[in-house]
């Protein structure tokens, strides 16, 4: 569970398959959980990146550098 330390809510799950992109190749997926009164937002990912050079058109992604 994901309590938002704002609110002191629930985080629901808000999407499936997000991708957490570090340095433009390492991927770590995972899915985003959303506050439902304020609406802050976290994605939990997976402990192993993917290496993908280019982003997938029909996914969504968090780009970190």
């Known amino acids: 569970m994901f309590v938002c330390t704002t609110c002191k809510r629930e985080m629901r ?3 499936n398959g ?3 992109r570090w340095r433009g190749c390492h991927v770590y997926w995972g899915d985003r ?3 439902p009164k304020c609406g802050a937002t976290v994605i939990n990912t997976n402990g192993t990146p993917t290496h993908e050079d ?3 058109h029909d996914c969504e992604y968090l780009d970190m550098d």
């Open 33 to 35: 959980y959303k506050c």
């Open 54 to 56: 280019e982003a997938r």
């Open 18 to 20: 997000v991708g957490v």
């Open 13 to 15: 799950c808000d999407k």
